[in-house]
């Protein structure tokens, strides 16, 4: 039996599961993070419904790499370098990001009024904060309305994607060199 080539290995599918499964998760708590928020009382705190979810959503994203390492190594039982873990799992943040923002563009599409009720919502939350001065509440609100509204653009939502894939590509190579550690077969010298 002959060597197996690592550079022949191909990790592609692994990193296509793992991106659409964590990436639908990501979509999903993004949508009823922005639905609590939506129908919930303002409250006037600063960490609402909407950004735990959003935190828990990066939290749980994190893992896709790992995911998808532990698939490839499933599949590929062959010693794994850690660097090639490290593409998977950065691969795997790309895939995750490019599918939540699919998502996110079909179900603006399912509920146009979606976003414009997320801003209304977060603006009341701003507008119930007792501890800011009220010039500040202003620039908050103003900001909040510019950044939803630049999300509307073309450019807006290019600009969130790479963000958000270079937030879960990172995160997510670090998860990918983890699960080499955790999952791969070890080289003998």
């Not at 550079?7 to 999903?28: H, K, M, P, Q, R």
């Not at 919930?40 to 960490?47: C, K, N, R, Y």
């Not at 959503?57 to 499933?74: E, P």
Request: net charge negative; proline share 3%; with cysteine.
């Amino acid at each position: 039996m002959e060597p197996h080539n690592r550079s022949e290995t191909n990790y592609w599918n692994s990193v296509a599961v793992a991106g659409l499964i964590f990436g639908l998760v990501i979509f999903a708590i993004n949508i009823v993070g922005g639905y609590m928020t939506i129908n919930s009382e303002a409250t006037g705190t600063m960490f609402g419904e909407n950004m735990i979810m959003g935190l828990v959503g990066c939290l749980i994203a994190s893992f896709g790499g790992l995911l998808a390492v532990k698939m490839h190594v499933r599949d590929h039982p062959e010693p794994l370098l850690i660097g090639t873990g490290a593409i998977i799992g950065m691969a795997t943040g790309a895939v995750i990001a490019l599918a939540s923002t699919v998502l996110g563009l079909i179900w603006n599409g399912i509920d146009p009024a979606f976003s414009d009720n997320l801003m209304q919502a977060t603006i009341a939350n701003i507008e119930a904060m007792d501890q800011i001065p009220e010039g500040q509440k202003e620039e908050m609100i103003d900001s909040v309305a510019a950044q939803m509204q630049r999300l509307q653009t073309a450019a807006g939502m290019l600009i969130a994607f790479v963000t958000s894939a270079l937030l879960y590509g990172i995160l997510n190579m670090l998860t990918g060199m983890l699960g080499v550690r955790l999952f791969a077969a070890r080289e003998e010298a």
